[in-house]
């Protein structure tokens, strides 16, 4: 379940409940040394580095001899402008409408992005559900892994339109009827924009604004970047970082699919249950008349509901 | 290896060039005489010191004086002309190329290490290789957005390919003067060709005006480059502007000298102002705690990837680096343009 790709290159870190720093520098020969590392010391965060290395465990990070570095991009709820400011997402709790931007966003850079433009093969892209608000999107390409960060700057601005050339592209609309078709049949970013301002019937800045998308460069850039380690648990949500499959996005309900299971059941006593009605979390529907009710539920549903403030243990 | 005598002579970096340049080095030029003053020729000519061009007899002779060339504007030590010099052959082969048919376009990409292919109409090349070159961000034809690209794949025009490979040289040939700037600057020249560097220096200083020193001037506000302006400005409101604004801002202005005190005046209407702490990061920029190491002022590529760039217009449209900006508008001030430093004035005044 711990298994990564190039396991025993990796890097890992570990966050305490009782310590505020990281204990980094740690390297596993296999996922079953992991494993009975993390019971002997359970942590509250598991953290692996999407950077591989010949000396993983070498305390100095000049010395470890970098290999290369996934690729990752992270989209997360409260770092998208759209969501942002919502109140429930802002409470780490995210609704089917937020998740389903969410998803879209994360399909439109897989798909129209790192497939068609980048010519990446889907064996080549995965998926995490990054345990809280959003999914990490990790590259592991032989050719992509050793670039530095000047040309994953380069992807950056391509993809959040930061090097694109509004004013040219706007002379160009202006331009000749030939000129116009010649540059706008132009796959990439050209053709792209004149596909939404046909379908969407957009001038060419919002076309410009709908198509790009909004990717926090420094996550890409980090080339020595620890991320949660799949299948470990989200110490402010009690999920579970789960590796989804690119087709698999849409039907993936964090709610539902990231919780632990778990046979064990505890009491709880629901607070502002009128905020979520009709949220699914685990096996429970939360409705507005559950506020101040007190419920026998399965624990990791528990747990999560007690991390967000919407119930308070009882007992 | 026999080259194309054509071809080596207006492209002397081929590969198999070297194989003409038996014995010939910065310490010995002074005993090739014809060589060295087609090197000084050529060096007056592309920096406009000079308006004869070199009159190069042969292939040999031409990778001869290329190299000589290169050899004597690094031992200059000095930067801005090893950058002019740069700029100027990437103009001349841009020239030369525009000549030839797009065919031997490929021959003299291959020696810069650019991998393309041509279908008679078109180049292309593998993303992965386009996002390993050097030398390329500053042109927006080139950014990858104006590219054509489809499943890893980006189309050229002979244009812009043309573009592409002389960026590219460009890139190259400086970056081969000032990784030998250090190698040469203490060999062992004869009075003549140090007579030589010395005289193509001058003049250069002469037609280009001294190079100001930014570090050593007072800073002039006026004269910051139309970002820093921005986000100085924003942080006088009291807006709280992004980590990476105030980065830039903290490390351009301690790239100036300012002492922490004065730099901490930028910063003190911040909405989350808290001086010990304010301190202790500008210190720690500055180089003056921990590791010691001094942070540099980003780079505009940088910037506008982080979306800190505000301005895209007049001498922003050229700038790789806001100091070179800042400089830039102080020499045009010094030279009396009125306009030094208003670039994007009228969006943010």
């Not at chain 2, 460009?170 to 600057?185: I, T």
């Not at chain 2, 001294?210 to 807006?239: R, T």
């Amino acid at each position: 379940m711990l298994e990564l790709p190039d396991f025993t290159k990796r890097e890992f870190g570990f966050l305490r409940p009782d310590k505020k720093e990281m204990i980094r520098h740690l390297a596993f020969s296999d996922a079953l040394s992991l494993k009975k590392y993390l019971v002997a010391l359970p942590p509250s965060h598991v953290y692996s580095s999407t950077a591989l290395y010949e000396r993983p465990s070498e305390p100095d990070m000049n010395a470890k001899g970098w290999i290369g570095s996934e690729m990752i991009f992270e989209f997360d709820a409260d770092h998208m402008k759209e969501l942002r400011d919502k109140p429930n997402v802002k409470r780490g709790v995210l609704d089917n409408s937020d998740w389903s931007l969410v998803k879209d966003r994360t399909k439109h850079l897989i798909y129209d992005f790192l497939i068609e433009d980048f010519g990446l093969q889907d064996k080549e892209i995965s998926i995490n559900f990054s345990g809280n608000r959003g999914f990490h999107v990790r590259v592991r390409a032989n050719d992509y892994i050793d670039l530095d960060q000047d040309a994953r700057r380069r992807l950056a601005s391509y993809i959040n339109g930061a090097d694109l050339d509004v004013d040219s592209v706007f002379t160009r609309l202006s331009a000749r009827r030939k000129v116009r078709e010649i540059t706008f049949s132009q796959p990439g970013w050209m053709e792209r924009i004149r596909k939404i301002m046909d379908e969407k019937k957009m001038s060419a800045e919002d076309a410009v604004k709908e198509a790009s998308l909004d990717i926090d460069e420094n996550v890409l850039l980090d080339l020595h970047r620890l991320i949660r380690h799949v299948h470990t648990l989200h110490a402010g949500t009690g999920l579970v970082v789960t590796p989804i499959s690119i087709d698999g996005i849409d039907s993936f309900d964090p709610y539902v699919h990231a919780v632990v299971k778990s046979d064990e059941e505890v009491l709880v006593k629901m607070e502002h249950a009128e905020l979520f009605n009709g949220l699914v979390v685990g096996d429970l529907i939360i409705s507005s008349d559950l506020t101040g009710r007190i419920l026998r539920l399965n624990r990791s549903v528990a747990v999560f509901l007690l991390l967000k403030g919407l119930a308070k243990a009882i007992g | 290896m026999v080259m194309a005598s054509e071809a080596l002579k207006k492209y002397p970096f081929l590969i198999g060039a070297d194989t003409y340049l038996v014995g010939l080095s910065l310490s010995n030029l002074d005993e090739f005489p014809r060589i060295l003053e087609l090197a000084e020729n050529k060096i007056r000519f592309l920096l406009r010191l000079s308006k004869l061009p070199p009159n190069i007899n042969d292939k040999k002779e031409s990778v001869a004086v290329f190299t000589a060339s290169l050899a004597m504007v690094s031992f200059t030590n000095n930067r801005r002309l090893i950058r002019s010099y740069g700029y100027a052959l990437s103009r001349e082969l841009e020239e030369n190329l525009a000549m030839d048919s797009p065919k031997s376009y490929l021959t003299v990409a291959s020696s810069l290490g650019m991998k393309a292919g041509y279908d008679g109409q078109r180049f292309d090349m593998a993303l992965v290789d386009y996002l390993k070159l050097k030398g390329i961000d500053n042109d927006p034809a080139l950014m990858l957005p104006q590219l054509p690209l489809k499943r890893g794949t980006i189309y050229l025009s002979p244009n812009v390919f043309r573009l592409m490979i002389s960026r590219v040289f460009r890139w190259v040939v400086v970056d081969k003067m000032e990784s030998q700037m250090a190698e040469l600057r203490h060999a062992a020249l004869s009075d003549r060709v140090k007579a030589a560097i010395n005289s193509i220096m001058a003049d250069f200083s002469k037609k280009k005006g001294l190079e100001v020193d930014v570090s050593s001037l007072s800073p002039v506000e006026s004269l910051f480059p139309p970002c820093i302006k921005f986000w100085a400005a924003e942080m006088n409101k009291g807006v709280n502007i992004p980590h990476q604004a105030r980065f830039l801002v903290a490390t351009f202005l301690i790239a100036l000298d300012m002492d922490v005190d004065e730099v901490l005046n930028y910063f003190k209407h911040t909405p989350d102002y808290d001086e010990r702490i304010a301190r202790y990061q500008i210190e720690d920029l500055a180089g003056e705690r921990g590791s010691g190491k001094k942070y540099s002022v980003p780079r505009c590529d940088t910037l506008r990837t982080l979306g800190v760039c505000v301005c895209r217009e007049g001498l922003c449209t050229h700038m790789s680096h806001p100091l070179l900006y800042y400089r830039i508008s102080i020499e045009k001030k010094l030279k009396g343009d009125k306009n030094a430093g208003t670039d994007c004035a009228k969006s943010f005044p």
